[in-house]
Structures are given as C-alpha cells and as structure tokens.
C-alpha cells in the first residue's frame, strides 16, 4: 500500500469515526426513534448521500455504536479485574462496572439492548453482526476469568457448571438491574429504596449464588 492509499484509509476512518460521534450526540439528545439520519449527517457536517456511504441505514449505524460499547465494556471489565486479586472481588468488581457503564454511556447501553431484541445476521464472518458476536465473546472472556480465578482460589464455588453459561446468566441478571436502575428510580423513590441501595443488594445477591 503506498503512501497516498494509506493516508486515504486513515480519513476514511476519521470520517467514519467522525459520524459515530455525532450520532452519539444527536442520540443522546432524541432518542434512537426520533434521530432521523438526516438529523446524524447535518451534526457530522457531511452529505445524506455520504453518511450511505458509511452507513447503510440506521440499523448499522447502531451496530456499530454497539461495536463501541463492546469494546469500551471489556476494558471497564479488564480494569475492574485488575484492582483485586481475589475472584469473588472481580465478580462484584465487574458487576460494578457494568452498571458504571450504563450510567455513563447509556446511548451505548441503549444500542445494545434494542440489539439484543433484534434479530441478527451471524453467517457472514465479515459482517457487523458477527463482529459483534466475537467481541461480546471477548467481553464474556473477562468474567469466566474472574470465575476461574474464584475457583482456583476458592472464593467461589466449583459446581457452576460451563463458566460461559454462568457468565451469560450474570451479564443478563447485570443488564436487567442496570435497566431497572435507570428507568425506575421514581418509583423506587416512592417506596422509600435509595437506587445505589438497590444496585448493592442485587450485586450482593448475586454474588451469593456463587459461593461454596
């Protein structure tokens, strides 16, 4: 590859990235029905009929907000991991971070959970979706770690069964609190129950399911 093609590459990515970030913010504000591509291209200052270039409609779009997510989770998890040695810790740890996440990202943690109630195209290995696919794999990764690492050292128990099925089970009891956290908080004010005191106890819960 010479020269010129390679710095051509380098401003297509830009250009792409560029795009991503602005219907993070066009998101942010509208929500993902009321954001119209239209709205996503005059905020990356570029053509309608160059952002289809990029993006085929706003489904892809989305994935690829996903793809994001994805990777932003599994270093908050890898982070989350290192600052404890023991596995329960990491366990809870990466509960934590989870929740950290949607509360900081919620366009990302909004773009994975219509994703998961989508359905998705994983036969083209090329393919956004089986991307995804691999890099919430990896993201799975950093959990059955830290279960293995429980279990070598003893802070959790050894009959959980296959460490990807207990991880996909922790991730989706995770998600649904962290759903719950953000959309219920009136009501969980009405009833006199702090959100941070909820997200405690269901961590805590959890944890305890996988202890000897």
């Not at 934590?96 to 998705?120: C, D, K, S």
């Not at 050894?158 to 609190?177: E, R």
């Not at 719950?180 to 009405?190: D, Q």
Request: with cysteine.
């Amino acid at each position: 590859m010479d020269g010129i093609e390679e710095r051509r590459l380098e401003e297509k990515e830009r250009r792409r990235e560029d795009i991503l970030d602005a219907a993070e913010r066009v998101l942010a504000v509208k929500g993902y029905d009321a954001a119209k591509m239209d709205d996503i291209a005059r905020a990356a200052r570029v053509s309608r009929a160059l952002l289809y270039v990029y993006f085929k409609d706003k489904t892809e779009l989305q994935f690829a907000l996903c793809l994001r997510g994805l990777h932003l989770l599994r270093e908050r998890f890898a982070q989350a991991r290192a600052r404890h040695a023991r596995g329960r810790d990491q366990i809870q740890a990466i509960g934590r971070a989870y929740i950290g996440f949607v509360q900081e990202f919620p366009v990302y943690f909004n773009a994975l959970a219509r994703a998961e109630a989508q359905h998705t195209e994983l036969e083209d290995e090329h393919g956004i979706c089986h991307r995804m696919m691999m890099t919430g794999r990896a993201v799975h990764a950093e959990t059955i770690a830290a279960l293995r690492t429980g279990q070598a050292d003893g802070t959790l128990r050894h009959d959980l069964g296959d460490p990807l099925i207990v991880a996909m089970s922790l991730w989706g009891f995770t998600h649904g609190i962290a759903q719950l956290a953000m959309t219920k908080g009136e009501i969980f004010a009405h009833e006199g129950i702090a959100t941070s005191a909820f997200i405690d106890h269901a961590i805590e819960m959890a944890t305890r399911s996988l202890l000897p």
